[in-house]
């Protein structure tokens, strides 16, 4: 009878990387969709939140009401698969270091269960004495729930949108929060363009509320990545966006103009186009066959488009010529 050889210690290894790999991935998507859940932000919301064809009727509202059940229950469970596959993660780590510590003759060997396994189930991991704690994956730093304005009379409660319900775990990456919080911020802000045009100013506001939070936050997660001397091109160019969608909040909400706050007017003006400013002076390629020539690179071409839609915006934005349209008249008009 042939006997099945065990495998060679770097074949388990090499096992063990790939198995590694693997939920190192998974968790990566989870976290990713945890973030989402997490930022406030709803999939398909042009068709199962926003209906701007209806009334709050007593079927829409019990429509959104299962709708938010579903979300919710579908973010614990991927909370508790999260917390399994990290648990693993863990597992993984400490039997790849296990395998490459060298075995020193007279080291005891102790059997250390994994964090939520009941006593009495097979050992986890093997570790050399002394034994090192475990520390679990890093949170996000400057992540908590923030209380959201008043909810507007009249306005459904499946449509407000509810605000952080826990940290971010399992990045100190302020880039990549950041990121996520202008996109959830940028996007509140369309859904409130969407509910202005719809006639539906309470909603807009709400919506504006909402996206407003989280660019200030987007805004206080950039500010370790600008304090060197050369912040990255990607902080500069997202601090500058952030501060042009706050810019149009104070022109909608808190009064700000040219004609009526003049020097402040300026002043945001000033602030918005800083960063961008910033980036065009850096990034700078130089061209020619002396190499002479110096052009804006790609950074700085993004950087000084964006500057020239700010502008343009603020000059021609407020253009609306509905009340000229409207007064147009044409002989016989008031004929049958």
Not at 67 to 77: L, N, Q, V, Y
Not at 199 to 221: N, P, S, T
Not at 271 to 276: D, K, L, Q
Not at 293 to 317: H, I, S
Request: hydrophobic share 35%; proline share 7%; aromatic share 6%.
């Amino acid at each position: 009878m042939a006997q099945v050889q065990s495998p060679s210690p770097q074949d388990a290894r090499r096992g063990k990387l790939r198995e590694l790999s693997r939920s190192k991935d998974r968790i990566e998507r989870l976290l990713d969709l945890q973030m989402q859940y997490d930022l406030g932000l709803v999939r398909d919301l042009d068709e199962s939140v926003i209906d701007t064809g209806s009334g709050a009727t007593s079927a829409n509202l019990s429509r959104l009401q299962s709708e938010f059940e579903h979300e919710h229950a579908r973010s614990e469970s991927l909370t508790r698969r999260l917390e399994r596959l990290r648990n693993e993660y863990e597992r993984l780590q400490q039997e790849v270091a296990a395998l490459d510590a060298p075995e020193e003759p007279g080291t005891t060997v102790i059997s250390v269960p994994t964090a939520g396994h009941a006593i009495g189930e097979e050992p986890r991991v093997a570790s050399p004495l002394p034994a090192q704690p475990t520390s679990p994956l890093p949170a996000a730093p400057g992540v908590e729930t923030v209380a959201v304005t008043e909810t507007p009379e009249g306005v459904p409660p499946g449509l407000i949108l509810d605000p952080l319900r826990a940290t971010i775990q399992g990045s100190k990456d302020h880039q990549r929060v950041a990121a996520a919080l202008f996109k959830a911020g940028q996007k509140h802000m369309d859904d409130a363009a969407r509910m202005r045009a719809a006639g539906k100013l309470e909603y807009a506001k709400v919506f504006d509320e909402h996206g407003r939070q989280k660019l200030l936050r987007a805004i206080d997660e950039l500010k370790p990545l600008l304090d060197g001397e050369d912040p990255p091109y990607v902080s500069l160019f997202y601090l500058g966006r952030c501060r042009e969608l706050l810019f149009r909040y104070s022109e909608r909400y808190e009064g700000l103009s040219l004609e009526n706050s003049t020097a402040e007017y300026q002043r945001r003006e000033q602030e918005v186009r800083e960063p961008f400013l910033q980036i065009s002076a850096r990034d700078v390629v130089k061209v020619g066959t002396a190499g002479k020539m110096e052009v804006l690179g790609p950074w700085g071409q993004a950087a000084k488009t964006a500057m020239e839609n700010f502008r343009w915006m603020n000059v021609n934005g407020r253009y609306d010529a509905t009340a000229r349209i409207e007064a147009l008249t044409w002989p016989g008009q008031g004929k049958r």
